[in-house]
């Protein structure tokens, strides 16, 4: 019996310890990723997912980027996708990493479609917190259509989410 409930004690201390650590890694936004093109996918996925709208999930972005705060965003480029289609590797601490975006239109106080494709490049650098996004550092959101939508009906505005599911359709 004793060394049963020396064995749980053990495996709790240990949940615990490494709960505090990711909780650590997290608040001191430490990179867990190995290189610098799975920071700029990580960073556009949760781009994509709408998590730089909200003051509430944003910060989910900060262990990928080297600034620590941003703009509220009045604007959002709305997006039917993306693909990374260039990795240079520049050193062992530097690369940058372009991405296409397959633009749908913008949205503001209202949605103007503009169907194209828009490249970005992602300028990368290795930091003792792991690989951070350095520029660009002031972009728009890069929003798909469904994470966007359900954004601008959780803020009340039900006629811009109308227009962007028109668009989605057309």
Known sequence: MKKTYTLLVAALVIAVSLAAGCKGAQKNN??????????????????????????ETWKQVLPYISWSEEPGWDSVVVITGYQVVAITEHSATHATITVDYQVLGTSSRDFVSMKKTESITFSVRKTGKGWKIKSPDFMLPHVLPKPLIAHLES?????????????VKE
């Open 30 to 55: 430490i990179n867990p990723l190995t290189t610098a093109a799975e920071t700029v996918k990580a960073y556009c996925e949760l781009d994509a997912a709408g998590k730089r709208l909200s003051s």
């Open 155 to 167: 803020v009340k505005n039900d006629e811009l989410a109308l227009k962007v599911k028109k668009a």
